[in-house]
Structure formats: C-alpha cells, structure tokens
C-alpha cells in the first residue's frame, strides 16, 4: 500500500467528477465490461466516496459516469498516485479517446428531495406521531430511578421542545431551529452535565419503550433508522456534557434520512471517518424506500 492510500481523506465537502463518453454500439459490451473490473479499484478506494455508470435512453452511444470523491485534492494526488490507479486505468485505456468530457464540480445551494421517497417524519405520522412519543417518554423519564435527576427540574415545555426537534431532524418542519436554535443549541443543553454511560443506554432503552407506546412504525426499515439517530444523538450528548467539551461552531439541525447519518462539521466526537452520505446532511441517507399502495419498495 502507498502512502496515499492509507492517508486519512478529507473531511469537508465532497466532489463530483462527470466523464462523459461517446460509445459506438458495437464497442458497449465491452466498454460496460471493462469499467466492471475497473469499478473495482474505486471500491477499494478510501477517496472514493461512490460511483455510477450511466447510459443515455435516448441515444445508447452516449454514457455518464459519475464519481463522488472526498476532495478533488485526494482523486489527483490520492487516487491517482496510489497502487489502485495503474489497474483502473489499464481497463479504460482503451476508451480515453471516446471522453466528451471529464471535469470536477462541486454541489451548489441548490439542492432537494422529491416526494417519492417519504421521510421518516412523514412515514412516523407527522407532528402528533412525535409529540405523542415524548409525552409518554418524559414520563417515563420522571418515574426512572437513573434519569430522573438529570431532568429535576425539567421545564412544562421541554417535551414539546424535543418532538419539534425530533420532528425537524426526520425530515420535518424547521420549527426548532426557528424557534430555538440550530444544532448547536440544542448540543448547548448538554454542557455541564457528565451523562453517564449507564444514563444515556436507559434514555435509549426507553425511548424504544416510548415509541412502541405512541405507536409509532415497527417495521425495520424505519426502527433502524430511528435507532440509529438515538445512539448518533446520545453518544453526542454524553461527548458534549463531558468536562473538556468544547462548544461546536454553530451548524443546521441534522436531516436523518433511510439508513446513512448526515455529516455535521465539527461534530464529530471520535477516529472514525466523521462523515457518511446524506442523503444528505442533508442527509440524511438515500435507501429507495417509497410508499406504495401501503407497502415499501
């Protein structure tokens, strides 16, 4: 392995490489054949966030492969100079002449889902799904024997303040942030704290028993989700009411999506990557899950 495959890649916002080729038919087979063996190598690549080949509808010559990287940086001195490339580029060699275009671009502020795929707030059952949920959550919190004096004294509202912001980070309105605050805002409640590892496995625990109660979905593909978010959000909280926490720049609330957590600049709390698809932080991830006739797809 060459030092450039094994360095750390970078944490900040992606980028889009485009190859646009022109195929003529006769060649295609072996053209989609030869990026299978070469696709490989990008897989294999810790630069290489994901990728798709493409092919046009309307005119079969022409294909699209898009390549997300962790930084135009990595792609050119990472991937490139790493011991992957020669084997990539050995398999579309032979296509370099067929290159319409090959360019990087970077994501604007213009960005979105569509409604095919609902989100987790809408697949909850909205607004009441959620104030339903920390009504009989903080009961149960104010009754437990671990958590209780971390809530003493907890405010008439809270609750309320909780469901919107659980309802904004699944992919509801921006009520909280609104309201109340960013992410940063909501870490900031935290500070001081010193939640314990014990602590902070009872508030998942019951906040499981809690969704089961206000009947919120039970189907996997939405509990994952849900799970996932609650360990991401308390293991944060526990990091950020530690005593050497420092408080993060101030960021959006999270959109948590169908399997994959947003990346939050600064947030990050161990060695791990920091970082994972959106769907985007948006987040939040992209699963294909629709609804269909009452089914998922």
Known sequence: MTAAETATPSTGPTTVEYIRYRIPQERSAEFLAAYTRGARQLAASPHCVDYELARCEEDFEHFVLRITWTSTEDHLEGFRTSDLFPAFLAEIRPYVGHIDEMRHYKATSVHGS??????????????EAFTRLTEVFYAKVLQDDLLAPVFAGLAPEHAEHVALWLAEVFGGPETYSATQGGHGHMVAKHFGRDITEPQRRRWVNLIQDAADEAGLPTDAEFRSAFL????????????????????????????????????????STADGPGRASEGSASGGGRSGRRRSGGRRL
Do not use: C, I, M, N
């Open 114 to 127: 569509g409604s095919a795929v609902p989100t987790l707030y809408g697949w909850a059952g909205g607004a």
């Open 228 to 267: 996932a978010y609650v360990e991401w959000g308390t293991r944060l909280a526990v990091h950020f009411s530690g005593p050497d926490a420092k408080p993060p720049a101030e960021q959006p609330a999270p959109k948590w999506g169908w399997g994959a957590a947003p990346s939050v600049p600064g947030l």
